[in-house]
Every structure is written in structure tokens, then in C-alpha cells.
């Protein structure tokens, strides 16, 4: 019998007990084992949910009994969840999350502590939701050295994207509509800024290269000066604006990693990933290219990957956790910088070295270019004094 | 120690022979112990290999040594195959194997016999080469009832239709190009009639669905008719023509599956797929629509599924295994017949409802045509006494 408790009843925590008691029975037989909700911690009262007689107020209830081996933390951010997982584990629970922040800012602490408390710490719906990517990523491809991870991991940042280029509408009047969609938080900053898509890929590094990449060492560029002129200007040279987490491994050992928006190509498989999906390649020395696509994000795909986590943390308590990883080397992270590439540049006048874009109705004057391939500092100094309006990475 | 035994040192059997010596240290910390390649069985004699030293050609030293802790299979077909299996399993040896028509023929009782003797028995390999699905569709999506799985699972297959339409050459030179470069057999019938996609969706099925779907019961159509002047009618109306095996779980707990080419919108995703890509849609109930794509076949990717999956019955002998699959359930398989869709129709003459479809070029007399919604005995009916050319299911 495996007893469950579920910490913050939120959409993801409430769609959790939905799928743990609504799937029920073939859940406990995919288990092996009978599992139930024993536990609901929150601070605010739900008299008439139907799992009212599970709600306690008081966390130390759930650390202090011994029948819960289970508990599903989908408070979010790094306070009271971090608190929480620290004791959870200690007491020799096993800890599922959705929390990308406590993973990507803790989680090798976290995982040390679950192996010294014979625990698991499970966090598959952290990146993609309802898509599998953790485990596949680190056992399935366990003989691949990887390459690189480049993932549209955000869904709020490609519905925009795909609002401004579908119905020719701007970024703040696609946002407007993603947060009326339920797409969008009120406080959208995490989503447009970039940082959830850092955090994501941050935790793909990690368990990827083995050794924690901490999302300060990650340089993050979000999407809100992305106009619809550069939308048309991708459109004119065949190209797709896309939000990317890119991880690439180099062949000394180090690793480049940031997010940017980019222009890629059509031929690359991520062009066609639109709405709130999203999609992680991963190149792999042996596979080559593998590409894991789905919603990124909506209460059921993410409850069921933290319940398919509580299953896996049922059938095989001590056996289903991820690796540990590595203390972060500082030494190992390159900057983007170093990355060459060709580039796509928008002026207010004048030229600039590469192919000429054209689109119709283009503002008086103003010019889009894709460059030669190039670091950023290269660019830079090319452009310097010109008025430069935007500047975005290609990726063919 | 893991001591692991190879039988069959054709294309994927020295390839994991390679992946398992070649990344050997990466491979040994992620399998927290050591593997070692101890033997390599084959009938032929390597002299200048590089595990000349492992050779051997009596399957019993391998079944007698009890160092060997993991088999693998890659001698192919159900002959040797099933022997050495079987052998392995009671000799309480793990096997792992790339080899779909013994996992789909066979594929219950051999999980059953692993199960018997404290084994493990996995097969990643044996669907979609490097691609990350079995493991993913039976662990990450186990909170999930699994409504369809929809694949593009024969890489051979996909590479003819993709050089007829970029090249506009015809089906028979276009098979003979991906004889040329290796991507077809020289007796590419298991590919291009359908059956290699056959056995693959009944192992997606039975692993989707609990119990073993067989060969034998999912019709299955093949890709040798399809035309060139079916191409053009596909690209006239914003269609791309791929061979899909399809599992659907009806509501009165029934599987419809089959084998057929299909017309498919470029809206689905799966139209993007080509070359020699494979990509496998699963619908759950919770997650919705994931996809997985990625290269198929080919030496080393299906070699690192397989030592992904040595990693995995190294670390967690007891605990890896698919769940166990129920038996046969004749009357839970539904003919495709019952299945109403669209239809793509070529006539030699006359006409047919539904829209016509207009190419360039076409035969003089000729027409093709997308009907409305019905099953195939319908359309069969409607087009009795035509001279009816070409049939195709339509998918949007």
C-alpha cells in the first residue's frame, strides 16, 4: 500500500488527485501495489471538494506519518517547497514534482538527499508536461553521448508567436489573448522573459551532461521586443520565429548554453511546432536526432506525468531515481558568444553585409538582413553605428 | 560485473558490440557497475575483428556460464531466435533484443517465461530503432488510458514515398535507390507489403493495451501500388501519402488496428516526416497528442537502444520489465471495415461523389477524387462497376 500526499492544491496539485482517484484502479494494477491520497496540505479550506477529509493545514502531520511514502510537492517556487522536500525526504519519503524552479535551483542537492534517505526525487512533469522526456533522456538514450538539447519549452511563448504570424496581430495583443485563453499567467514575465524556458533547459543539461547547470549561468534572451515586422521578415526568407533552450555539448568538454529567440528554417522539425506545444530534439552520438513533441503544459498532461512519477516511485522505490549529479562547473559553461552562426538583422536605415530581405508594406527606410556566419561580438562590431532595431540568431 | 553475451554479429549485433566497448566507461558509471562484452555468438568466423577473443559458435557455453548475466538478441526471425531466448530466460539470463517479429509473435510468453525465472526480457529497440517509445509509452504515460497510437514505423517505406514526390520518380526506381543506399533489403517485401509495420503496432498495442495483439489479426496493406499520379492527387489537395499502422481503443473496449497507406492533411504532424524518419503519435486520455520522431533503423541508433536497455537490466534486474501482457483477446479486435473515413478514389473513367481533384498532366479519362465519410464496405458498394484504380484512407 502506497499512501500519497499531494502539497498544494492548485490546478496541478488538484488534477493530481483527479487522475490518482479517477484512473484508480488501473492505476494501483500498473503499480503493483494499491495507491491512495491520504493526504491534501493547504492553507485555504475546500469544503465541498471531494477529497475534503483528506486536508490537513499542518505539513509536520504528513512528515510524522509513517504511512505516506509519497508525497507530490506542486506548491511551486523555491520557499515553502523547498522546505517541505527537505523534510519529505529526510523523513525517508519519496518526493514528485512539477516544480521546475526548486529543480533547476536545487536539485542536486535534492537528489543527494533522496539517496541518503534511500528516497527517490522524481520531476519528469518539471519540463514538457504530459511529455516524456527525463526518463527517456536518461535511460532510454543512457548509451548516447549528448550532443545538444534544443527545445521550444515554453507553450505561452509559441502560441504567441503563433497568434502574431496565423492572424497578423502584435505581441502585446497576442499576450492580451493567451492570458484570456488561460495560456497566459496575469504576471506573464517567467513565460516571455524566458526564464521558465532557462529553468527547463537547465534541468534537460543536467541530466543530460550529468553535472548541474544553475539558470544564472544561463543567458536568457525573452521575446517581448519581437515585432510583426520581424514575423514578416522571417516569412520572407522561409523561416520560423521560434523561443529556444539550446545546450550544446563541445568537444572540450564544455558546454554552451542560452536562450534566445531564433529564425529556423521550415526543414528543421521544430518550424511546425505551433500553439502551446512543444517539442525537444536531442542529438544523440549514437541516435542521431530524436525529437519528443506534445503540450507543454495544461493541468491533466502535467498531473499525469507526476502520477506516472508516483507509480514509478511506487513500483521500485529505491531504483527509479534519476542519476546524481555532478557539482556545477563553473569552468565548463562557455558563453554564446563563441557560437558562430548567421544572423538576421533589422535596420532603421542604411545596408548591412548578407542577403537583402523583402516584404511588402515595410516601414519607410527599414531594411532585414541575415548575415553571414558570425560570432555575436563579430556582429556587433559590423554594426556598430548603424541603428540597428533588431537582432535575432538564425538556426537552419 | 555484468557479463553480457551477443548472438548474431550482423549489422546491430557488432553495433552494439561497438557502443558497449566504445563508450565503455560513460556506459559502466551509468549502469553503476561494470559491463563487460564476454561473448559474441555466430556461426561465421571474424578473425580480424576487434572480440575475435569472445567468438563462439555453442550457444550452450553462454547458456551454461553463469557469469553471463545479459543476452543479447540480434539474430533476427523466430527460428535460433526463439531457442536461444527461451534457453536464456530459464537459465534466469536477461535477454534483450531489437528482433520485432519474435517479440510480436512470441512477445507473451517470453515476458511471462522472464517473469518465471526473476529475467527481464526488453525489446526498445525493436520499435522505431534509437527513438525513445516503449519505456516512454509504459512508464511515463501509465497514468494515461491510451486512446490511439498512429506511427510511421517503416523507415524504408517513408524514404520510397519521399523520393518519389521530391524526385518525381516512380515506386519501383525509387526502391531501387533505397537498395542502392542501404535503406531497403535486397527482399524488401517486410518492408514495402506492410508486415514490418505490422509487427511493430502490435508491440505498441500490447504494451499500450495490456494484452497481445498478433500479427495475423491486423489487416494489412502495403505500398506497392501507390503511383506517382496518386502523389499528384495527394499534393492537390494538401495531402502526403504515408503508410500508417494504426491501433484505435474503442469505448466498448475493442481495438481497431491496421496497416494501410494513408492520405494524410499537412496539418498532422506526421505529414512532416520523410526520409527514412520515423514518428509514432500516441493519444492518451490525460496527456493528449505526443509524438516521437527520430531515425528509425540504421546500425548505431537501434545498437545504443539496445545497450540503453543492457544498462537497464544491469541496474535493476528485478524491476525493468514491461508490465506483463494478457492473452489474445479475439474478440476484442474489430475489422478496419467498421472504421468510417474519407477516401481517396483514382477512377479510369467516370465519376464519383465527393470533391474531384484536379492535377496537371493527368491520364487522359482519369480522375481522382476525396469522398465523404463512410466505411469500406459503403465505398465498395458506391463504387461497384467503376473502373476503380487506386483506394486510400484519408486522415485529417
Known amino acids: 500500500m502506497v499512501n500519497v500526499a499531494i502539497l498544494g492544491f492548485g490546478v496541478v496539485g488538484s488534477g493530481v488527485a483527479e487522475v490518482l482517484t479517477g484512473n484508480g484502479a488501473g492505476i494501483s494494477k500498473k503499480a503493483d501495489e494499491l495507491i491512495s491520497l491520504k493526504y491534501v496540505l493547504d492553507v485555504r479550506d475546500f469544503p465541498d471538494s471531494p477529497f475534503a477529509a483528506c486536508f490537513v493545514k499542518d505539513f509536520s502531520v504528513i512528515e510524522q506519518d509513517p504511512e505516506v511514502n509519497v508525497v507530490v510537492e506542486t506548491i511551486g517556487g523555491v520557499g515553502a517547497a523547498l522546505d517541505f522536500t527537505e523534510r519529505a525526504l529526510k523523513a525517508g ?98 513565460d516571455v522573459e524566458g526564464q521558465d524556458t532557462c529553468r527547463k533547459l537547465c534541468i534537460l543539461s543536467s541530466i543530460a551532461f550529468g553535472w548541474h547547470l544553475l539558470p544564472e549561468q544561463v543567458p536568457t534572451t525573452g521575446i517581448t ?53 512543444n517539442a525537444i530534439l536531442v542529438k544523440g552520438d549514437a541516435t542521431g536526432d530524436v525529437m519528443f513533441y506534445g503540450r507543454g503544459a495544461g493541468k491533466l498532461p502535467t498531473a499525469s506525468a507526476v502520477v506516472a512519477d508516483v507509480i514509478a516511485a511506487a513500483r521500485q522505490l529505491e531504483r527509479a531515481s534519476y542519476r546524481p549529479w555532478q557539482p556545477n562547473r563553473p569552468s565548463s559553461v562557455v558563453s554564446s558568444d563563441q557560437l558562430a552562426s548567421q544572423w538576421y538583422v533589422r535596420l532603421a536605415e542604411g545596408t548591412c553585409s548578407g542577403e537583402r530581405l523583402t516584404i511588402s508594406g515595410g516601414k519607410e527606410g527599414e531594411s532585414g538582413w541575415i548575415t553571414p556566419a558570425m560570432t555575436r561580438p563579430q556582429l556587433d562590431q559590423m554594426l556598430e553605428g548603424k541603428q540597428v532595431l533588431a537582432v535575432i540568431r538564425v538556426l537552419d
Do not use: W
Open 93 to 190: 519519503k519519496s518526493v514528485v514534482t512539477s516544480n521546475k524552479e526548486l529543480v533547476a535551483t536545487h536539485g542536486r542537492r535534492l537528489l543527494e538527499l533522496a539517496a541518503e534517505h534511500q528516497a527517490v526525487y522524481l520531476f519528469e512533469a518539471s519540463v514538457g508536461g504530459g511529455i516524456p522526456i527525463l526518463r527517456p533522456l536518461s535511460e532510454c538514450m543512457a548509451a548516447n553521448d549528448i550532443l545538444e538539447i534544443c527545445g521550444i519549452l515554453n507553450g505561452t511563448a509559441n502560441y504567441i508567436f503563433t497568434r502574431m504570424v496565423q492572424d497578423g496581430i502584435p505581441f502585446a495583443q497576442a499576450l492580451k489573448g493567451a492570458q484570456a485563453n488561460g495560456y497566459a499567467e496575469q504576471n506573464p514575465a517567467a
Open 225 to 277: 521586443s519581437i515585432t510583426l515586422a520581424d514575423e514578416a521578415y522571417a516569412d520572407a526568407c522561409q523561416r520560423r520565429i521560434k523561443l529556444l533552450g539550446r545546450a550544446i555539448a563541445r568537444e572540450d568538454g564544455t558546454v554552451c548554453a542560452y536562450v534566445e529567440p531564433h529564425f529556423i528554417s521550415l526543414q528543421n522539425p521544430l518550424a511546425g511546432v505551433d500553439d502551446v506545444f
